[in-house]
């Protein structure tokens, strides 16, 4: 022991021999569109595990044995018109827009 102790400080480095007890803990592979696998360990407590996980060659990897979600529908913006449109008819548009039109053309006159 005393070879093995000679260089080094007393008290600054611990020679015990840790166990290494680990948490449980379940493997999951992602396989990315260029068949890259890359495997994550994730607590087998977890509440959710991803669906995707970035890849090193820069796309996502999808979880194996999971089938990809489709992708959902972009939202229909609705513009101002749109939502004018619900409050008003065509009809009752053009009539506040003829009685605007007459109110300026007085001011002008």
Known sequence: MGEAMRGTRLGATSYEVDPGLYAPRQLTTY???NEHRVTMP???????????WPCACGSEGQRQGVQAQPAAAPKHVRSHWDMLLERRSIKELEGI??????VIRAKAS
């Open 31 to 33: 396989v990315c569109e």
């Open 97 to 102: 827009l003829k009685e605007r039109l007459e």
């Open 42 to 52: 994730f607590s087998v407590e977890a509440d959710e595990i991803p669906d995707t």
